[in-house]
């Protein structure tokens, strides 16, 4: 089963600033099967990124996913309020488990 | 519009049963893997069960497998989520998520299992 470790756990930032977080798995992910989800208190996962590198319907330009193999990044460009989340890294393919990681606050 | 909407949470007792129900709407979920994902209290996602189009195959994470049955009703457009023999660390709220070559593309708002005596 490949493990995805999220760091930081917690990014503190202020509007305007940008935010780099990062997704590590215990195996090789192929690249089209990374995605990041955005979950803000009291809602369901938003899908941000898929295959990596690619903003789903609805995702502003500032957000960006990049990386290969074990390694992976989602790079937000001056944070906007409504940017302020837990933010979670998934494997999903080509078969089960799914396996999420642990996810990165970035609070104010 | 493509909607799922989860049911069937409520609270029930250390080794009870329950059913969760997630219903589909502006797509043929026959066409797409549907999954269960569920959030502990203050936790982080945990992948729960997948099943394929057909039934072909079901996936589960190891803690629930030989307790919870993922099953589906193709024209229905409905999953479901038998839960046997629950534990208190299956409290939680459980998402349904439909998932395509984009990832978990669109999730239902949860709905809450308490195990608790």
């Known amino acids: 089963e490949i493990v995805l470790t999220q760091s930081p756990a917690t990014l503190s930032l202020s509007p305007g600033e940008g935010a780099t977080l990062s997704c590590r798995a215990t195996?090789?992910?192929?690249?089209?099967?990374l995605g990041w989800y955005q979950q803000k208190p009291g809602q369901a996962p938003r899908l941000l990124i898929y295959?990596?590198?690619n903003r789903a319907t609805g995702t502003p330009d500032r957000f960006s996913g990049s990386g290969s193999g074990t390694d992976f990044t989602l790079t937000i460009t001056r944070l906007e309020p409504e940017d302020f989340a837990v933010y979670y890294c998934q494997q999903y393919g080509p078969s089960p488990p799914l396996t999420f990681g642990g996810g990165t606050k970035v609070e104010i | 519009e493509a909607q799922v909407v989860e049911s069937g949470g409520g609270l029930v007792q250390p080794g009870g049963s329950l059913r969760l129900s997630c219903a589909a709407s502006g797509f043929s979920s026959s066409g797409y893997l549907m999954n269960w994902v569920r959030q502990a209290p203050g936790k982080g996602l945990e992948w729960v069960a997948t099943?394929?189009?057909?039934?072909?195959?079901?996936y589960y994470v190891e803690s629930v497998k030989g307790r919870f049955t993922i099953f589906r009703d193709n024209p229905k457009k409905s999953v479901y989520l038998e839960m046997k023999s629950l534990r208190a660390e299956d409290t939680a709220v459980y998402f349904c998520?439909?998932?395509?070559?984009?990832?978990?593309?669109?999730w239902g708002q949860g709905t809450t299992v308490t195990v608790s005596s």
């Open positions: 099943i394929k189009q057909n039934e072909s195959a079901k």
């Open positions: 195996q090789s992910v192929g690249s089209s099967f």
């Open positions: 295959g990596t590198s």
């Open positions: 998520a439909r998932v395509s070559i984009l990832g978990m593309d669109v």
